[in-house]
């Protein structure tokens, strides 16, 4: 039995294509809407979080934050 390089590299190829193709009927899933409560929770676990830090390490000078 005897291997060819190509055939593998051809077949795997293939399925790429197939696999990543777009068929007509593929079920079409909608993009999640973003949730406005997640803001709320990020704000209030940023707020315990420095609350936290300064009765941890008081009177300490704040690190520039990243954009």
């Not at 777009?22 to 315990?48: C, F, L, Q």
């Not at 941890?56 to 990243?66: A, F, W």
């Amino acid at each position: 039995m005897s291997h060819e390089p190509v055939m593998s590299h051809l077949a795997v190829d293939a399925v790429r294509r197939h696999v990543g193709s777009a068929r007509p009927g593929a079920p079409v899933v909608p993009e999640r809407r973003p949730r406005r409560r997640s803001d709320a929770a990020r704000s209030k676990a940023a707020g315990a979080l420095r609350r936290a830090a300064e009765w941890i390490e008081p009177n300490r000078e704040p690190r520039p934050q990243c954009a």
